[in-house]
Nanobody
Framework: QVQLVESGGGLVQAGGSLRLSCTAS????????MGWFRQAPGKEREFVAA????????YYTDSVKGRFTISRDNAKNTVHLQMNSLKPEDTAVYYC???????????????????WGQGTQVTVSS
């Protein structure tokens, strides 16, 4: 049974920072790519960032490039999303997910992931 548990969400003022974490169990974590998605109220779930199995490749949606950094610690089965210079439009529920792929440009597609966490709320006030 694969389980993903996110943490680190909360309320922050615009311009502030948050660090999300996602701890995985039930799969050989180091063999698979990981991703972060988000869903704002009334909107579809969207890709935020992804990282290859070895952390050699990272992928970001344009709106977060230069502000967010995805990283992973395979020894701790954990992936992080460091979010800086947060904006009100970053407000959403953030989900981590694991993919059976190891790397690749298609990791922005939600259907490339087979297990998802429950999500953590991030609220950025103006």
């Amino acid at each position: 049974q694969v389980q993903l548990v996110e943490s680190g969400g909360g309320l922050v003022q615009a311009g502030g920072s948050l660090r999300l974490s996602c701890t995985a169990s039930g799969r050989t974590f180091s063999m698979y790519a990981m991703g972060w998605f988000r869903q704002a109220p009334g909107k579809e779930r969207e890709f935020v960032a992804a990282i290859s199995w070895s952390a050699g490749n990272t992928y970001y949606t344009d709106s977060v490039k230069g502000r967010f950094t995805i990283s992973r610690d395979n020894a701790k089965n954990t992936v992080h999303l460091q979010m800086n210079s947060l904006k009100p439009e970053d407000t959403a529920v953030y989900y981590c997910a694991t993919s059976p792929l190891t790397y690749g440009g298609s990791l922005y597609r939600a259907e490339r992931y087979d297990y998802w966490g429950q999500g953590t709320q991030v609220t950025v006030s103006s």
